[in-house]
Structure formats: structure tokens, C-alpha cells
């Protein structure tokens, strides 16, 4: 279960999510992101995807994840349900995204997401924890 924190914004929506890590947070605005576009209760991770970008900064190399899980949610039709294994090596970003193929009757949609943004981006640690805000283009 994706955990996140919904943001007011007047167009479009956004969210926070917090972690102990770097690595974690790129997961967790991934899981936010897919709950946030989709219904993933009844999703099973029975096949497995590798994900994949680069980006000269983190905030590059985070929106472009982002945008990476919303292509294979939307444009491969994929539901991830966890990601494993993700890496921040340099520039780049890898995971495995577990899941299964997106079935709109068992996975109803809520929003259609078009992309993560930058506007309003933030990334900053504090205290030793991560912590994100993400606007969505809806």
C-alpha cells in the first residue's frame, strides 16, 4: 500500500512521501504515483519489468523515473504493484518493477495522469530523512 500525502494544488494534484533513504523514496513516489492514477488492491506481482533512466541531477533522474513507471503503467499497459532492486548508480536509475498486465475492470482507473512535473519540485533531506513533493499534469 502506497504511502503518500495528497497536495492541494487549483489544476492539477500532487504528493509528498517521506523515506529513510534516497532509494526509498524513489519508491515510494513510484507506488504513490501508481495509486494515485490507478486502484492496485487487486493486483498480483507475477511477472517483472526493468526500468530504466538517466538524468544529470536527482530532480532529472527523479522525474524522469517517475515518468518511466507512468509510460509502463499507460503506454505498456503494465500495473507495477513493488519495485526491487533499485539502483542509483551516477546518472542512472534502474529497477524492478513487479506486477502484472493492467486490466481496467480489476484495476479501475481514478486519474489520468499525462506526466510528473517539475513545477513546485522538491527534494531535500532533513534530519535523515528524504522527503519529496511532486506535482502531476492531470
Sequence with gaps: MADYELLDH??????????ASLEELFVKAAEALVSIAVNPSCAVPVESRLLRC?????????????????????????????????????????????????????????IVVKAATFHQLVIREHNGMWEAEVFLDI
Design 54 to 110: 538517466t538524468g544529470a541531477t536527482l530532480e532529472d533522474r527523479f522525474i524522469n523515473w517517475l515518468n518511466e513507471v507512468l509510460w509502463l503503467l499507460d503506454g505498456e499497459r503494465f500495473l507495477p504493484v513493488h519495485f526491487d532492486d533499485l539502483r542509483l548508480e551516477g546518472d542512472d536509475v534502474s529497477a524492478l518493477a513487479c506486477g502484472e498486465p493492467r486490466d481496467d475492470a480489476r484495476h479501475p482507473p481514478r
Design 10 to 19: 487549483t489544476a492539477d494534484t500532487g504528493f509528498r512521501v517521506r523515506a
